[in-house]
């Protein structure tokens, strides 16, 4: 197991542009053996003081460090008879103390006490398997510098309020820790997203090489050994070149398990990670914890190229400095986020009151450009909904969007997407790198592939490791994992990466999707109760309709009805007279089918559908045979093909089929021959039917009109009716769920196609 976040030592600056052709693979088992390493039990301790693990209840030793009686200087039994006051000596006040500690709240302790005339630290901690103590002789060399540890951690508060920045304060931490402890070498070590570790800050005396700015792989660390790092914020190694010292019993007597030795400074260390220190040229080593609202942030890391040790007073002033260093920096980054928070949600507000007077917040997103693409200071941005993309800056092009989106809807998300690294997560994202190696997504529907994109470039950066990351690990020719031999400077350009997004800029992105959401639903709101205001007013305009149309229809029969027997009683009338009567019936009668056309048209939108299956080909024939009574249409010339059956209801399909037959022989009756071709043909999802003539045509310029009531593009002195006829067909269409399209020309006939769905669809449609 490799637990050193210590940087490596070579030839300072050298660029390895590739790894040795001699590294071998290191077979996937033995990462995931070394990743299980049981660090926290591993059964030992450094030599460099001793354990004693006593039973709470009577404080007596039940297991202890093999070297816990040279230590102390007096003989050791485990064997259920030597209580604490028998191993320091009674009425010690280490026993007292002890006994108060337990009684109390607190978890651990660090005191220093007399044993013989010598003294020692001792440090405390309650745990499930029993009580741990640990002792360390005190250093006699470090009494001076114990004596200033306050003067210089009160120097370094009063330095620590002037630096503004984490970069100063991390070179401020770094040379006080070294003055504080005599390391050669301190730095410290920060993690990236990735738990990559950089060196941001260093302080050193010249007698190892200088790390600044390097880089050193997550495997160098891994998760088990983070996680330690951030529950116990200390440790010393103080040299690389120890024998362990075991514990006896090998098992706690307390459970039979191996004694959890996670929170025991004297804990040892992985042999790799030993290998580890000596391949580097590192004898003494302490990492001091930064943990940032319980998170590991970085290490400070103190090297030293001698055996060093520090004794407990001094390491508990570092863990101190380590903690003010990790509340100064959270301050700090506090302070940044904050203020660019604000920022960020006055462009928010901003944005949001501009789309509230939008009539599409789409259309006003686009408006607001460079407020959409600040809003998370991105290069590019896109709307997606209904699948029409918008967008604006740097973006990719309209079908990779498209094709993100779908990605995106597949994974389910609810509330927000984000990476630096698109092509990682979505292997088509390498074609896009270029613009949109970042992204922001955030989803505007639960139903459909709808998203707001914000977009940053690639920044192709070329990092400098402390070694070849790819070779952080070896594997020896009789199968043993060893951490690497070379850690000289390693140069790689990174590509399909772009700048981390701030957690001000995710929070940007997350407040302004609920207010996107918001704006949504108001306007979904807005849009159902019009649609509730409209429905009804259809309804009376319907009833009104149908009511006027009904009571009209009696007074024109009277009228054209009393024309005619005034005519029938006068057969005398002069001529001029028989044309005025003749005018005033023709008249009656024209409004009278007016009327009826208005009534079956409001009739349309109050019945239900009868919806069966429907044979066109006979619908066809009956309505040539209608329309064969009359003269004029025994001269077309008709060209019926295949006519598929299709689903719907069978008079009212054939009322808008007979409409259409209808107008195309009426316009078509000044060709020689007139000629109508009709013909259908299935589809996927429905049956397409064409009705073609070779008539007067139209011009495509005024087709919106054709299917308006009363609307007419040719005079009705050429061409008889009331204009009711294509808006009934096309009410009647819509009321299937087909569509009714026209196609002409100008002395080039017409061609009116429809669709019908070919099976049930669900039954009856009510009121359009």
Do not use: M
């Given at each position: 197991m490799v637990t050193s976040h210590n940087p490596g030592q070579g030839e300072n600056g050298r660029a390895v542009d590739s790894p040795s052709p001699s590294v071998p693979l290191v077979p996937q088992e033995l990462l995931d053996q070394c990743a299980r390493e049981p660090i926290r039990i591993p059964g030992g301790i450094q030599p460099h003081g001793a354990v004693a693990v006593f039973r709470p209840a009577d404080l007596v030793l039940v297991q202890a460090s093999a070297n816990l009686g040279a230590i102390l200087d007096r003989p050791v039994a485990l064997d259920g008879s030597q209580t604490l006051g028998d191993l320091v000596g009674p009425g010690s006040a280490l026993e007292g103390d002890v006994g108060r500690w337990l009684a109390g709240a607190e978890t651990g302790f660090l005191e220093q006490y007399q044993i013989d005339g010598r003294t020692f630290h001792v440090t405390g901690q309650q745990v499930a398997q029993g009580v741990i103590l640990e002792f360390e002789a005190f250093d006699e060399a470090e009494r001076a510098r114990n004596a200033s540890l306050n003067q210089l951690l009160r120097n370094f508060l009063d330095r620590s309020d002037g630096l503004t920045t984490v970069a100063d304060i991390c070179a401020g931490v770094a040379a006080e820790v070294r003055a504080l402890t005599g390391f050669n070498r301190v730095m410290v070590y920060r993690f990236d997203e990735d738990w990559n570790g950089t060196v941001i800050a260093e302080n050193g005396d010249g007698?190892?090489?200088?790390?600044?700015?390097?880089?050193?792989p997550?495997?160098?660390?891994?998760?088990?050994?983070?996680?330690?790092?951030?529950?116990?914020?200390l440790r010393l190694i103080p040299t690389a070149t120890y024998a362990p010292i075991p514990l006896v019993p090998a098992l706690c007597p307390a459970d039979g398990a191996p004694l959890d030795m996670s929170f025991v400074a004297l804990r040892s260390v992985s042999p790799v990670h030993l290998e580890y220190m000596r391949n580097m040229g590192t004898a003494a080593s302490l990492s001091i914890s930064i943990v940032i609202d319980g998170r590991l942030w970085g290490l400070i890391s103190c090297h030293h190229a001698q055996p060093r040790y520090i004794g407990p007073p001094i390491?508990?002033?570092?863990?101190?400095?380590g903690r003010i260093v990790a509340q100064q920096i959270a301050a700090r980054e506090r302070a940044a986020e904050i203020d660019e928070r604000l920022r960020l949600k006055s462009?928010?507000?901003?944005?949001?009151?501009h789309l509230a007077r939008a009539p599409a917040f789409q259309a006003g997103l686009v408006d607001c450009a460079p407020q959409w693409l600040a809003l998370t200071n991105s290069a590019g941005a896109a709307v997606v909904t209904d699948g029409i993309v918008l967008s604006t800056g740097k973006a990719p092009p309209i079908q990779s969007i498209l094709a993100l989106a779908d990605w995106l809807r597949t994974r389910n998300i609810e509330q927000l997407y984000s990476t630096s690294s698109l092509a990682a997560d979505w292997p088509p994202g390498a074609e896009i790198a270029d613009v949109a190696s970042g992204v922001i997504a955030v989803p505007i529907s639960r139903i459909h592939a709808s998203f707001i994109f914000w977009f940053r470039p690639e920044v192709v950066e070329t990092v400098r490791?402390?070694?070849?990351?790819?070779?952080?690990?070896?594997v020896d020719v009789a199968g043993r994992l060893h951490p690497r031999l070379s850690f000289e400077a390693w140069k790689q350009e990174v590509r399909q990466r772009a700048q981390p997004w701030r957690p001000a800029e995710l929070l940007s992105a997350a407040d302004f999707r609920g207010a996107i959401v918001n704006f949504v639903l108001q306007r979904a709101e807005e849009r159902a109760q019009l649609t509730e205001e409209l429905q009804r007013s259809n309804k009376e305009l319907e009833a009104f309709s149908y009511s006027?149309?009904?009571?009209?229809?009696?007074?024109?029969?009277?009228?054209?009805g009393y024309a005619e027997l005034l005519g029938e009683e006068e057969p005398a009338l002069k001529a001029l007279s028989r044309h005025y009567l003749d005018g005033i019936i023709a008249a009656a009668l024209s409004a009278g089918q007016l009327v009826d056309d208005l009534l079956h048209f409001s009739q349309l939108g109050r019945t239900s559908l009868k919806m069966t299956r429907i044979d066109m080909a006979k619908v066809v024939t009956e309505i040539r045979r209608s329309l064969d009574i009359d003269e004029r249409q025994r001269q077309v010339e008709w060209s019926i093909g295949a006519l598929p059956t299709a689903w719907g209801d069978p008079?009212?399909?054939?009322?808008?089929?007979?409409?259409?037959v209808e107008n195309a022989a009426k316009y078509s009756r000044g060709a020689n021959p007139p000629r109508i071709k009709i013909w259908g043909q299935e589809r996927a999802a429905d049956v397409l039917y064409c009705v073609e003539d070779n008539g007067v045509g139209f011009d495509m310029n005024y087709a919106g009109k054709l299917f308006q009531v009363f609307q007419r593009l040719h005079r009705q002195e050429d061409f008889e009716g009331t204009g009711i006829g294509l808006a009934l067909t096309k009410r009647i269409i819509d009321r299937h769920g087909g569509t009714l399209e026209a196609k002409g020309a100008v002395g080039q006939g017409a061609t009116f196609s429809f669709t019908l769905p070919k099976r049930q669809t669900g039954g009856n449609r009510g009121i359009a």
């Open positions: 007698t190892l090489p200088s790390y600044l700015d390097l880089r050193f997550a495997s160098d660390i891994p998760a088990q050994a983070r996680e330690l790092y951030r529950l116990n914020r390491r508990a002033a570092c863990d101190f400095l462009i928010e507000t901003e944005l949001v009151a490791w402390g070694g070849d990351p790819r070779a952080s690990k070896t006027i149309s009904h009571d009209l229809r009696a007074p024109f029969r009277h009228i054209a008079t009212l399909v054939r009322q808008a089929l007979f409409n259409l």
